[in-house]
T-cell receptor, first 113, second 114 residues
Framework: RKEVEQDPGPFNVPEGATVAFNCTYSNSASQSFFWYRQDCRKEPKLLMSVYSSGNEDGRFTAQLNRASQYISLLIRDSKLSDSATYLCVVNIRGGTGANNLFFGTGTRLTVIP | DTAVSQTPKYLVTQMGNDKSIKCEQNLGHDTMYWYKQDSKKFLKIMFSYNNKELIINETVPNRFSPKSPDKAHLNLHINSLELGDSAVYFC?????????????FGQGTRLTVV
């Protein structure tokens, strides 16, 4: 079973739309959570961390439900530049405290003019 | 200045060869990683390494071996390359102590085995 499961999409939405991505994680010992963004043929980059109380960064809102082991990302007022693959990431610490990041398969978003 | 740099960016080689990919980070991070991204774009952890612990993903063949000459470098050596090894390999680094530490990735090495 994969550590992180995501709907791969693709999601094709018009400019200005609101779109939501969800992911679930299997390991209840997961300790921190993130959304990364990966553009075509580029490396992944951190979009935002996900906090237990939920957090917002401009048009982006992330939420975490530990009981259901569920993470979400909401993008409001989509822009063409939001077109990318969004990766759900969980951190499971190793025995000596080393961080181990596990990535979902990513959800591909295309924003259409 | 590039935070995480890996070389080469592209690598085309024949089956059976041995090759290495180099990675260096100048962020002062203490943990480095290697990830493999296959044709389906799934990013899978291969190794994580700091000065205390090497964690190997058990699904990684032992033809793959990480080598760390110092904290700023984690190279990936691959023996007896196979067609299925073709993928993009990403190096990354982060801080062990910071639970919410951002991982910074290199630009990737696109390996093609022919």
């Amino acid at each position: 079973r994969k550590e992180v499961e995501q709907d791969p999409g693709p999601f094709n939405v018009p400019e200005g739309a609101t779109v939501a991505f969800n992911c679930t994680y299997s390991n209840s010992a997961s300790q921190s959570f993130f959304w990364y963004r990966q553009d075509c043929r580029k490396e992944p980059k951190l979009l935002m961390s996900v906090y237990s109380s939920g957090n917002e960064d401009g048009r982006f809102t992330a939420q975490l439900n530990r009981a259901s082991q569920y993470i979400s990302l909401l993008i409001r007022d989509s822009k063409l530049s939001d077109s990318a693959t969004y990766l759900c990431v969980v951190n499971i610490r190793g025995g000596t405290g080393a961080n181990n990041l596990f990535f979902g398969t990513g959800t591909r978003l295309t924003v259409i003019p | 200045d590039t935070a995480v740099s890996q070389t080469p960016k592209y690598l085309v080689t024949q089956m059976g060869n041995d090759k290495s990919i180099k990675c260096e980070q100048n962020l002062g991070h203490d943990t480095m990683y290697w990830y493999k991204q296959d044709s389906k774009k799934f990013l899978k952890i291969m190794f994580s390494y700091n000065n205390k612990e090497l964690i190997i993903n058990e699904t990684v063949p032992n033809r793959f071996s990480p080598k760390s000459p110092d904290k700023a470098h984690l190279n990936l050596h691959i023996n007896s390359l196979e067609l299925g090894d073709s993928a993009v390999y990403f190096c990354a680094s982060s801080l062990q102590k910071a639970l919410a530490s951002e991982a910074f990735f290199g630009q990737g090495t696109r390996l093609t085995v022919v």
